[in-house]
């Protein structure tokens, strides 16, 4: 069993910045790999990042490229996602995942409650 929450969630100007967390509670964290997805208002869940169990390997979504970087650190059971050049349409709630989402069909087996990022024009 894991238990996800995020934070780090907020208002920024447009071309701005912000860092999500994700704390992981349970022992197999290392195992599971990780992700964000973000669903805007009116449209479903995305699928935004994710990162392999030891963190070699990360996958993003295009419309993300060059602007988000994931991370996971493994001792502190965490998951980061890194956002930068924010615009409006990257305004969404952002869902900690994890499980078997590295490559399609990503179906989570768990996910954070989820953390409101609003990107102002």
């Known amino acids: 069993q894991v238990q996800l929450v995020e934070s780090g969630g907020g208002l920024v100007q447009a071309g701005g910045s912000l860092r999500l967390s994700c704390a992981a509670s349970?022992?197999?964290?290392?195992?599971?790999?990780m992700g964000w997805f973000r669903q805007a208002p009116g449209k479903e869940r995305e699928f935004v990042a994710a990162?392999?169990?030891?963190?070699?390997?990360?996958y993003y979504t295009d419309s993300v490229k060059g602007r988000f970087t994931i991370s996971r650190d493994n001792a502190k059971n965490a998951v980061y996602l890194q956002m930068g050049s924010l615009n409006p349409e990257d305004t969404a709630v952002y869902y900690c995942?994890?499980?078997?989402?590295?490559?399609?069909?990503?179906?989570?087996?768990?996910w954070g409650q989820g953390t409101q990022v609003t990107v102002s024009s």
């Open positions: 995942a994890a499980g078997p989402i590295l490559q399609k069909p990503r179906r989570p087996n768990y």
């Open positions: 349970g022992r197999t964290f290392s195992s599971y790999a």
């Open positions: 990162i392999s169990p030891s963190g070699a390997n990360s």
